[in-house]
């Protein structure tokens, strides 16, 4: 299997509802969107909803963190790059950019850890080999890509010394 690297299959539009009083997206439904490329990303890493209906196995998110880095505005094109960081046995590390599509700038980024969870025991569970192959063919050909500088930022106010 030929995993796409980056993976570029997802986009959307900035719905009325995303839209706010201050004019632009509101901060919530950033995630609702990259929330969204996930589910695509997951499908086509093959641990999206049809594993879970399949397997009953599923990904919880452990951690993630936004940058907000220019607005996007209601009925905006958005378009979603997906890197595949990192993976084990049990957790997925990747990070999405959200651009304008038309315009090409950097929107948004979000980082996520997920881990792979029995649905029946909820607690976590190694994947099957097989998914873990997947992974690792996709991880494969992700490592050579440049990562995005926001991979593994900190927060925090900078001060000058």
């Given at each position: 299997m030929?995993?796409?690297?980056?993976?570029?299959?997802?986009?959307?539009?900035?719905?009325?509802?995303?839209?706010?009083?201050?004019?632009?997206?509101?901060?919530?439904?950033?995630?609702?969107?990259?929330?969204?490329?996930?589910?695509?990303?997951y499908?086509?890493?093959g641990?999206?909803?049809?594993?879970?209906n399949?397997?009953?196995?599923?990904?919880?998110?452990?951690?993630?963190?936004?940058?907000?880095?220019?607005e996007?505005?209601?009925?905006?094109?958005?378009r979603?790059?997906?890197?595949?960081?990192d993976c084990d046995?049990?957790?997925?590390?990747?990070?999405?950019?959200?651009?304008?599509?038309?315009?090409?700038?950097l929107?948004?980024?979000?980082?996520?850890?997920?881990?792979?969870?029995?649905?029946?025991?909820r607690r976590?569970?190694d994947?099957?080999?097989?998914?873990?192959?997947?992974?690792?063919?996709?991880?494969?050909?992700?490592?050579?890509i440049?990562k995005?500088?926001?991979?593994?930022?900190?927060?925090?106010?900078?001060?000058?010394?």
């Open positions: 030929t995993f796409p690297a980056p993976y570029r299959e997802y986009a959307c539009n900035v719905r009325p509802e995303w839209f706010y009083y201050n004019g632009h997206m509101n901060v919530a439904f950033y995630m609702a969107a990259f929330d969204e490329a996930t589910d695509a990303f499908e086509a890493l641990v999206g909803l049809s594993y879970k399949a397997t009953n196995c599923s990904t919880f998110t452990l951690e993630g963190h936004i940058t907000y880095d220019q996007v505005m209601e009925g905006d094109p958005l979603f790059t997906t890197y595949l960081l046995a049990k957790r997925i590390h990747y990070i999405h950019e959200m651009h304008h599509a038309e315009k090409g700038y929107a948004a980024t979000n980082e996520l850890i997920g881990i792979h969870i029995d649905m029946d025991a976590s569970k994947m099957p080999a097989d998914m873990q192959a997947r992974l690792q063919a996709a991880l494969k050909a992700h490592a050579p440049p995005p500088p926001q991979v593994g930022r900190v927060i925090g106010i900078r001060r000058k010394s």
